[in-house]
């Protein structure tokens, strides 16, 4: 399956949370799309709830359904809580980090600036937006692409105190993950124990 590129807001909608960031849309109208959006809501099944956790992940992180279940198996494989493990390695993603240091003002437009070889991991150009970074290394943009107005205008005014994993150096453009985020610090409303017991069936 090929990423989905339709309207956000149709998605965000299915969810009934601004999982893509503000929505004037979802403000105004919090309820599936559609004729019968609606319409009173039926109780979903136990699967229901866990595919939708999983969707709600993907979607979220803007990861395909292979990259997905590899991510599971690691993290199925490592040391720690499965799903907490699972959120963490969605997090160490260099598109999700881009985003999260504010250089881009979503994740799409972060795999975007990562695609066309504007950040750098170390001081060396990477392009792959699914790049695992490792707490010390530090991400930063490429000078000739720190003029860039998409650039500027997402760092304007953002916050960087409010992710405690991160530290923002702004005179050099760049950021370093210092470790590995808590689950309460991970602000995403994922119930990763039900995608774990989606995938454990």
Do not use: C
């Amino acid at each position: 399956m090929a990423r989905y590129t339709g309207p956000k807001t149709k998605i965000a909608r299915k969810f009934g949370e601004p999982i893509f960031g503000p929505d004037k849309v979802l403000s105004k109208k919090n309820y599936p799309p559609g004729q019968h959006g609606n319409a009173r809501k039926r109780k979903s099944s136990e699967y229901g709830i866990q595919l939708r956790e999983k969707q709600k992940a993907k979607y979220t992180y803007g990861v395909l359904e292979r990259q997905f279940s590899n991510l599971f198996k690691k993290a199925s494989r490592s040391n720690g809580i499965t799903g907490v493990v699972l959120l963490q390695l969605l997090e160490a993603r260099l598109d999700n980090l881009v985003f999260r240091m504010g250089i881009a003002p979503t994740r799409a437009a972060a795999r975007q600036l990562v695609s066309h070889r504007h950040i750098t991991v170390d001081g060396k150009v990477v392009g792959i937006p699914s790049y695992t970074v490792k707490p010390g290394q530090i991400i930063g943009v490429r000078e000739k692409s720190k003029s860039l107005e998409v650039i500027s205008d997402a760092l304007a005014g953002f916050n960087h105190s409010k992710y405690p994993w991160i530290e923002w150096d702004s005179a050099s453009m760049s950021g370093k993950l210092l470790h590995q985020p808590e689950r309460t610090d991970i602000p995403e409303n994922i119930r990763e124990q039900a995608i774990v017991e989606l995938y454990s069936k």
